[in-house]
């Protein structure tokens, strides 16, 4: 069955620290692009960050640039979202996805070509 599943989520303090995780399975990520996003309560669901395996290049939004670090383990078939300085504002439900490229439209990270995605898990930032 491929599949993504998420995990890391939970409450943090403004100003702390968390780190995500998305492992595959029923597939390899090979030369895949791989990205996160997220979706705050009432909002469309937005790119924060992703990396093409293919040319090294990898993209933030605006939001989180500086802050949130990419990275992927192919022989572990795994990828992480490294996030410090949290602030209330990047309270969201978090999705690790893979596609065949990713680009920058309008500042924020979108993916194109077959997808697929985890169901998320959720980061809370509050004291």
């Known amino acids: 069955q491929v599949q993504l599943v998420e995990s890391g989520g939970g409450l943090v303090q403004p100003g702390g620290s968390l780190k995500l995780s998305c492992a595959a399975s029923?597939?390899?990520?090979?030369?895949?692009?791989i990205g996160w996003f997220r979706r705050v309560p009432g909002k469309e669901r937005d790119g924060i960050a992703c990396?093409?395996?293919?040319?090294?290049?990898?993209y933030y939004a605006e939001a989180v640039r500086g802050r949130f670090t990419i990275s992927r383990d192919d022989a572990k078939s795994t990828m992480t979202l490294q996030m410090t300085n949290l602030k209330p504002e990047d309270t969201a439900v978090y999705y690790c996805?893979?596609?065949?490229?990713?680009?920058?439209?309008?500042?924020?990270?979108?993916?194109?070509?077959?997808?697929?995605w985890g169901k998320g898990t959720p980061v809370s930032v509050s004291s």
């Open positions: 996805a893979t596609f065949e490229i990713c680009i920058p439209v309008d500042g924020f990270p979108m993916g194109y070509g077959r997808h697929v």
């Open positions: 029923g597939f390899a990520l090979d030369d895949l692009a």
């Open positions: 990396f093409n395996k293919n040319d090294g290049t990898s």
